[in-house]
């Protein structure tokens, strides 16, 4: 029976009665069977998958035999921004696009004469902290969805973190692996409770729902009848226990969120629901999986690959992945320990297959503005009419730099702040070091390059775990080695300037599957296939199937510049952020503090050939983001502290 809770004795009975209508029509295969044999003598089977994202939706059905897709259908959402910080999405527009996908899959597959018979199950990867309440009884939503980047909610972190022990905006880490930001869904649902009247009063009546973007079309396709989220969803709330992968009360009452209002949590990969929209032609399809769209990612990316996690080391770097959406994100995968980093880099659910798998734990640095970059410099700026012609600018861009030079601008696409590893809402974008022969391709390619080098700062702040995890009683001791080789998915990744500017500035190899743009819908597909037992190996042959990209198409980048030229644009971008923070005032901060951070920017930045030279310039780029942090976190920074580092600092050289 599926795993979430009932209100009443009327819904409860309900299930009882759709789940033998289910199994009557053999669309549900119960515990016990050998589901590794279900139909594998008849015709070839599919598995269907919903990807929501920010920018789109969209259906991909894969092949359980080679991963070849069989259909697809994709249409274009909107975002609405009615005020400076804030963006928001129409809920209803999110599930009639999905349904609208989900239907011409249906027809695409019988233009080939194929069935909905053979489409084993459905999975559902999301956009996640998206925000979404509606009224439990008419099912509609009650505001716009609050998208994870929004920021409208600045104000109130400051307030919460002033209440949170120690007055520290990372109070809750060990617990959540998050800190308390705008990023994250219970600050949104908070600023829904008290500003929008229809959804206090919901609350009040006892018909309030609260969900993300995975939760919303589970309830609708499924006519209202399941109500759950999954542990990778959960865990991007602020609300949810990594520990005990529950919804954790204490914290529930410190944002004030009535449990009631928060949907069941489940596994990443178990029976959800049954479709049941009477619009859906996939109607009677089973639902077995969900995952937040970058943990899909992952899964896509890394599962089947070797790992070699144990009790005194980790260091699989297969297990590192960077998705290039509207966003970038950066995932790795730690193993079924949780770990946790002071320097911004969070702590997450990576995935948990099952009631009897062991949840999986990452590493990940969010950065908000990737793909939404260079839409901001496509739709405002008019900078370029489409990916093409991007791609042909900024390639010529690339092709003309000099080395040893820094780049032609920069910019920093603080347009609501900085993710991590700063984590800080008051800075703003700013474009650095324009010249009269700047022209657009130059502001075109300092827009693809922001992500590298924002990809740049959250590689190296998670290679700076704590060896000896002073957090966690039960952990291991860890080592976390620089990455030598890093994949790459989502839609950015087609652009080859971006995938050898990422070689280049993390000097790390980058691989890029040629499917590199649909591995979010791969990772859902994989988790029907193990819910249901079947093996996911051949889907994953889509990872290498060469007739989806022309005979020049490049898989694998490496870095093609020196160290000495790697830092002085290093140097340029960090000099640029340093513009950007702080915007919006912060009587904080103090000019000692900011002389120290340009002080160890400078030492920092200053790669060089010799090996002992880069181990200490790793010690220093430790401190650096340390002090970093502390102008953030508003630490107090004595003078005789400051030249007693500096001091120390040039001792070592």
């Known amino acids: 029976m599926p795993n979430y809770l009932f209100s009443t004795e009327v819904e409860f009975i309900s299930e009882i009665i759709h789940i033998l209508y289910v199994m009557a029509t053999d669309k ?11 139909d594998n003598n008849e015709n070839e089977k599919f598995i269907a998958a ?45 599930y009639t696009t999905i349904l609208e996908c989900l239907n011409k899959c249906v027809e695409q597959l019988k233009s080939v004469n194929k069935s909905t018979k053979d489409i084993v ?14 009224n439990s009884e008419t099912g509609e939503p009650l505001a716009p969805a609050i998208v994870w980047s929004d920021a409208r909610t600045a104000d109130d972190v400051k307030k919460f973190i002033r209440i949170a022990p120690g007055n520290k905006s990372n109070a809750f880490q060990l617990i959540t692996g998050l800190p308390i930001h705008s990023y994250f869904s219970a600050l949104k649902m908070n600023w829904l409770l ?41 865990s991007r709330t602020l609300l949810f226990n990594l520990n005990t992968l529950e919804w954790d009360h204490d914290l529930c009452k410190f944002f004030h969120i009535n449990p009631r209002t928060l949907p069941k949590i489940v596994t990443s990969s178990e029976l959800i629901g049954v479709i049941q929209d009477s619009k859906c032609l996939m109607k009677g399809i089973t639902i077995y999986g969900i995952l937040g769209d970058q943990q899909a990612s992952l899964v896509a990316q890394t599962w089947g690959l070797s790992c070699s996690v144990n009790e005194n080391n980790l260091s699989d770097l297969s297990k590192v992945k960077v998705t290039y959406g509207t966003g970038a994100f950066m995932l790795w995968n730690i193993g079924c320990q949780p770990y946790f980093s002071d320097k ?98 130059d502001l075109i390619y300092a827009g693809l390059r922001s992500s590298v080098y924002q990809t740049y700062d959250v590689l190296f702040v998670a290679t700076l775990a704590k060896a000896n995890n002073k957090y966690h009683s039960l952990a291991p001791l860890m080592t976390l080695k620089k990455p030598t080789e890093i994949m790459v998915d989502g839609g950015m990744s087609n652009s080859d300037t971006l995938m050898q500017s ?40 889509i990872r ?55 002080s160890l920017d400078l030492i920092c930045n200053e790669e060089c050939e010799n090996e002992n030279r880069i181990k200490v310039n ?31 600092v040039d001792s070592i050289f």
């Open 618 to 648: 790793e010690v220093l780029f430790n401190v650096f983001i340390y002090f970093s942090l502390s102008i953030h976190y508003s630490i107090s920074l004595s003078k005789n502290i400051i030249v007693c580092i500096v001091k120390e």
């Open 50 to 94: 919903i990807d929501q994202g920010t920018s789109s939706s969209r259906v991909i059905i894969f092949s359980i035999n080679n991963g070849s897709i069989i259909a697809m259908h994709q249409i274009s959402v909107t975002q609405s921004y009615p005020s400076p910080g804030w963006i928001e999405m129409d809920a209803n527009q999110i």
């Open 344 to 441: 911004g880099v969070l702590t997450t659910i990576a995935y948990k297959m099952g009631s009897k798998g062991r949840p999986y734990y990452a590493l990940e640095g969010a950065i908000s503005f990737a793909g939404a970059t260079m839409r901001w410099l496509k739709t405002k700026l008019d900078a370029f009419k489409d990916d093409a012609e991007c791609e042909k600018l900024s390639a010529s861009v690339y092709r003309k730099q000099g080395f040893n030079e820094p780049d032609p601008c920069y910019l920093v696409p603080a347009f609501s702040g900085l993710f991590c590893p700063w984590w800080q809402e008051s800075a703003r974008c700013v474009i650095c070091g324009i010249t009269a022969n700047v022209d657009k391709s």
């Open 502 to 541: 990422l070689a280049d500035i993390l000097n790390v190899t980058v691989r890029r599957h040629n499917h590199s743009d649909v591995m979010t819908a791969l990772g859902a597909a994989i988790t029907v296939a193990l819910a249901l037992d079947i093996d996911p190996t051949g889907l994953l042959k």
């Open 28 to 38: 549900y295969i119960p515990t016990g069977i050998d589901k590794k044999q279900v």
């Open 121 to 134: 199950g459905v999975g559902i990867t999301n956009q996640r902290e998206t925000t979404i309440a509606w």
């Open 544 to 598: 290498e199937y060469s007739s989806y990209k022309s005979d020049d198409y490049q898989s694998t980048f490496y870095s093609k510049i020196s160290s000495n030229d790697r830092a002085v644009k290093l140097y340029g971008w960090h000099e640029s952020v340093k513009r950007s923070l702080h915007w919006i005032p912060n009587k904080s901060i103090n000019e000692s503090q900011n002389t120290l951070l340009d």
């Open 194 to 234: 008290n500003n929008v009247k229809s959804v206090a009063e919901a609350d009040e009546g006892n018909k309030l729902l609260f969900g993300t973007v995975d939760s919303w079309l589970i309830w609708k396709l499924t006519s209202q009848m399941c109500h759950v989220t999954d542990v990778t969803n959960a």
